[in-house]
Structures are given as structure tokens and as C-alpha cells.
């Protein structure tokens, strides 16, 4: 399972036969390779509401104070941000937040919703607002709520394949935050594993270039050649935490269903 995480999320999966899905929650289209299937899964916003709200907190974000939270970070290997990147102030902040965000619930619909739902009328939520809610409990909750809205499709597809995912490989802007590869691989129930390239839907786009100029006689040795994966940063699930999301994933579905099925959506326009 691939997931790529830019202004959006997508999750491909390779299969070796058609896998319709009968309620039409995700895709199944012919593969580059062939003999083989790829099932699909598009979110449409998903970095674009981190940039969002990145943007409507950006002047209130300063390097010598994180909202009283704590002192920012230096870019290194481990954190690929500048110093004056706001994201990494964000970032330091969520990271203080609890797992559910102090119960703030982010459904990332800001461009309405393609997988699993299908509605392009449906809008960004947020519930759970408090008092005591913080700017770190809202970065947190889009950061959750971007990785459980891929959560339910991840369930969806793996329900239609025979093999068993034992991992979900990850590359995109969004994924050079280490909290959101820890947040997807406790929501995914699943090792996150970043690719050693952020581009890769660029790169698989080089990649059959390659080989039909005849640099790599086939794609499987195109893939060996260029492409690889960055071990050292593979980030495991923590089985307390993988409780707490599951949780929230169904809680995740319901409140989108709710507002849908109460016609707040179809309202809108009127």
C-alpha cells in the first residue's frame, strides 16, 4: 500500500485482479503493469488544511515563542524543517497536545469529499470546541483528522484485497512531520515506512519513462534501480494509541454521516 500525501492524500494498492467495490467507496483501475490492478482512494484535501491553517495562525507564530508552549526546534535530519518554517512551530505544538486533540474532531472537507463518501457538497467540520481548547489541540485535530479520514479508506480497500497489508509506504510534503507519521501509523494499525523521495508520483512517472527509452529493460528492475526507502525512519504503531483511534475513527463516520443525513450539506446553497 502506497499513500501519498500532498495537497491531498491518495492510496494505491497494486492487485492482480479486479477488485469492484459494490458500495463504490474507492476505485479500481488497469495498472502501468501488466497484469495487475490498481485499487484507489483520493482525498482531496489533506496537506491543504494543514497550509490552512497554517495560514490563519501564521502571523501569530513566532520562533522564540510556540504560545507559551516551549522553545522551537533546529532543522536537522530528523526534523527537515527551516527554522522560520511555521510548520515546525505547528508541529512542536500538536506534538503537546493528547492523542483526540482534548476531543476536537476535524473532518478535512474543506474541498467537499471524493473516497469513501463521494459528496462534493460536504464542507470542513470541527467539533469539540471548548474553553480550554488551544491551538494545539486544533493542530493536533488536523493532523488526526487528516490521517483518519485516510484511515477509513485504507479500511475499505483492504477489505476488497486477498493479501494482508503488513505496511503502508508513505512520501508527500505532509510526511516529513514525524507526529503525523506516528499519528498515521496508530491510526492505520499499521509500520508507516517514508520513501527515501517526497515526489514519487513524479518519480513512477520517470520511472516508466526509463524504461520505455530503454534505460531499464522492465519496470521491476526501472523500480529496484530508482527508488528506495528510508529504514531508519520507519515508525511502528503503539498498541494504546491504535485503541484510542479506533475509536475515533467510528466516531470520525458518524459525524460526518449525521450532518449528511440531517441535510446540513444540501442545505447550503439555499
Known amino acids: 500500500m502506497q499513500g501519498v500525501s500532498g495537497t ?5 494498492a497494486p492487485v492482480l485482479e479486479p477488485k469492484g467495490d459494490d458500495q463504490h467507496r474507492v476505485l479500481c483501475s488497469v495498472s502501468a503493469v501488466p497484469g495487475q490492478w490498481i485499487l484507489e482512494a483520493g482525498i482531496l484535501t489533506t496537506g491543504a488544511v494543514y497550509r490552512w491553517l497554517r495560514n490563519l495562525l501564521q502571523n501569530g507564530l513566532s520562533a522564540g515563542d510556540v504560545g507559551g508552549v516551549g522553545k522551537a526546534s533546529t532543522a536537522s535530519v530528523d526534523n527537515p524543517y527551516t ?15 493528547p492523542v483526540g ?10 474541498a467537499g469529499s471524493a473516497a469513501p463518501y463521494w459528496d462534493s457538497k460536504a464542507q470542513g467540520v470541527i467539533v469539540g470546541l471548548q474553553l480550554g481548547t488551544t491551538v494545539a489541540h486544533l493542530a493536533r485535530g488536523v493532523l488526526e483528522g ?17 493479501q494482508k497489508l503488513t505496511e503502508i509506504r508513505v512520501s508527500g510534503g505532509l510526511t516529513r512531520s514525524r507526529l503525523f507519521n506516528q499519528i498515521q501509523a496508530d491510526v492505520y494499525g499499521l509500520p508507516v515506512q ?7 508520483s513524479a518519480l513512477g512517472a ?6 520505455a527509452v530503454g534505460i531499464y529493460p522492465d519496470l521491476s528492475t526501472a523500480v529496484t534501480g530508482m527508488t528506495g526507502v528510508l529504514k531508519s525512519q520507519r515508525t511502528w504503531p503503539r498498541p494504546a494509541e491504535q485503541l484510542q483511534y479506533q ?17 446540513v450539506y444540501r442545505g447550503k446553497e439555499t
Open 101 to 110: 486533540a482534548g476531543g476536537v474532531l476535524v473532518l478535512p472537507h474543506l
Open 194 to 200: 517514508p520513501g527515501r523521495l517526497e515526489e514519487t
Open 83 to 97: 527554522l522560520e518554517d511555521p510548520y515546525v512551530l505547528l508541529d512542536e505544538l500538536a506534538a503537546v497536545a
Open 206 to 211: 520517470a520511472v516508466l519513462a526509463a524504461v
Open 8 to 12: 491531498g492524500t491518495f492510496l494505491l
Open 146 to 162: 487528516v490521517a483518519l479520514e485516510v484511515g477509513k479508506n485504507l479500511q475499505v480497500m483492504a477489505s476488497l484485497m486477498s
Open 247 to 263: 475509536k475515533l475513527l467510528r466516531h470520525h463516520d458518524a459525524v460526518y454521516r449525521a450532518l449528511a443525513d440531517a441535510g
